[in-house]
């Protein structure tokens, strides 16, 4: 049976990460209060954002940023989007 987590996006329970996706007290903050569903919407968002913006990784700031961004995600906070993208229609 996988873990759940009281996910801090969602505000319910739902399945959580199989381990901590960062070292130290962060990861370990998304482990215990982020479910996979809401890290696996962040990394499709971290993408998109990193390839519209042109984001350099090497940039402290641009990582500052989206750390920064990653944060509000994840907390269910406004976040920035990827200019122009418009979501799929169900």
């Not at 990861?27 to 998109?48: C, F, L, P, R």
């Not at 961004?69 to 406004?78: H, T, Y």
Request: with cysteine; hydrophobic share 30%.
């Amino acid at each position: 049976m996988s873990r759940t987590v009281h996910c801090r996006k969602y505000n319910e329970q739902l399945p959580g990460l199989d381990r901590p996706p960062y070292p130290g007290a962060k990861g370990q903050d998304i482990y215990d209060n982020v479910s996979k569903k809401a890290w696996d919407e962040w990394q499709a968002h971290q993408t998109m954002l990193i390839n519209e913006r042109r984001l350099n990784m090497m940039n402290a700031e641009d990582r500052k940023f989206l750390q920064a961004e990653m944060d509000k995600f994840l907390s269910g906070e406004d976040y920035a989007k990827a200019d122009g993208y418009v979501p799929p229609s169900a």
